[in-house]
């Protein structure tokens, strides 16, 4: 099932943000690694500049950990991936963008893992992940379901006609624009997805009541809000199973409107707050608003090109 446009591609996927990159070291790491490992699987590896894949073994990725460590200036954009069919996960592959606060870039930025899973993959997969992440990951917020991904180079995506174009349509497919988020998933959340994780020091920055939540969310069980308590933080479900919110199809939208609602407080309203002003801030503010506000976002003008 093809959702996207000749530049984007709808894929499954879960999204997690840490906040600094001191946390993202050895221990969040190797997390990752084993359980890429599990069932025997080998491990491979490639650079964001390379396009050739190679084994991954313990001596390399420690020496990899130390350089990272030693060298705190150096971003790391890195992709793993199980070189073999043995998995217990339906996520095979990980992208890892470690970033540094460096020479030319001093201001504070999120690092980002994303996990790559099959289109067909069950819910529970997808439920299982979010506490496996919450319990092994220092998660300042992140996200799994359907996203609207860039098939190759980069562009903001608030500017893009025909993805505009197919977000109207698919309401629950969430775009996530990878170099603004380096620095905004500090400040708050770009919309919600089927599954919501949000870690305790996020929830306590933006100053929102834990158990508040827990107990508002409890009430709205029977609307499809799902919520459980993990790790170092909450993990929220909108609905039985992500969908693509195919609004022609008369899509269930009732659970990510509630959730939206009840994070209304964390959500951003503009995108370039810290890494500079990016464009089409008000097609993200109206996109933002579309669970709130439905008609804001269907009368949204397309950009021009």
Same mark, same amino acid.
């Given at each position: ?9 709808? &894929? ?29 699987? &080998? *491990? ?6 390379? &396009? ?34 043995? $998995? ?6 990980? =992208? !890892? /963008? ?16 994303? #996990? ?9 997969? *997808? ?15 992140? +996200? !799994?379901?359907?996203? #609207? ?12 006609? !025909?993805? @505009?174009?197919? /977000?109207?349509?698919?309401?629950? @497919? ?26 305790? !020091? ?11 939540? +827990?107990? /508002? ?10 919520? %459980? ?13 992500? *969908?693509?919110? =195919?609004?022609? $199809?008369?899509? /269930?939208?009732?659970?990510?409107? %509630?959730?939206?609602?009840? *994070? ?30 439905? =008609? ?10």
């Amino acid at each position: 099932m093809d959702l996207g446009t000749r530049d984007f591609v709808a &894929a499954c996927r879960a999204t997690v943000y840490v906040a600094s990159p001191d946390q993202l070291g050895g221990d969040a790491v190797m997390a990752v690694v084993e359980r890429l490992r599990a069932g025997g699987a &080998a *491990l491979r590896v490639r650079s964001a500049s390379g &396009a050739a894949w190679r084994s991954l073994d313990q001596g390399e990725l420690t020496r990899r950990l130390h350089a990272w460590s030693e060298h705190p200036d150096r971003d790391a954009v890195l992709q793993f991936s199980r070189d073999g069919a043995s $998995a217990r996960d339906a996520w095979d592959e990980v =992208d !890892a /963008a470690i970033v540094r606060r460096g020479a030319f870039v001093t201001t504070p930025r999120a690092s980002e893992l994303s #996990f790559r899973f099959e289109e067909t993959a069950p819910a529970a997969e *997808l439920a299982a992940f979010g506490l496996w992440a919450m319990e092994r990951l220092p998660v300042w917020w992140g +996200c !799994a379901g359907w996203q #609207f991904v860039r098939r190759a180079g980069w562009g903001f995506w608030m500017e893009d006609r !025909a993805l @505009i174009a197919r /977000a109207r349509r698919y309401w629950t @497919i969430q775009p996530l624009d990878p170099v603004l988020m380096q620095w905004d998933a500090l400040d708050g959340l770009p919309g919600v997805n089927w599954l919501t994780m949000l870690g305790d !020091a996020f929830l306590q920055q933006r100053e929102l009541d834990v158990d508040g939540l +827990c107990a /508002a969310a409890a009430a709205l069980g029977p609307e499809g809000v799902y919520l %459980r308590r993990a790790g170092a933080g909450v993990v929220m479900a909108a609905g039985p199973q992500p *969908l693509p919110g =195919d609004i022609n $199809a008369r899509a /269930a939208l009732a659970p990510y409107v %509630r959730i939206a609602e009840l *994070l209304s407080p964390l959500l951003l309203t503009a995108h370039g707050t810290r890494g500079g002003e990016g464009g089409g801030n008000e097609v993200f503010a109206d996109h933002l608003a579309r669970f709130l506000q439905p =008609d804001r976002w269907l009368a949204a003008p397309l950009p021009t090109r």
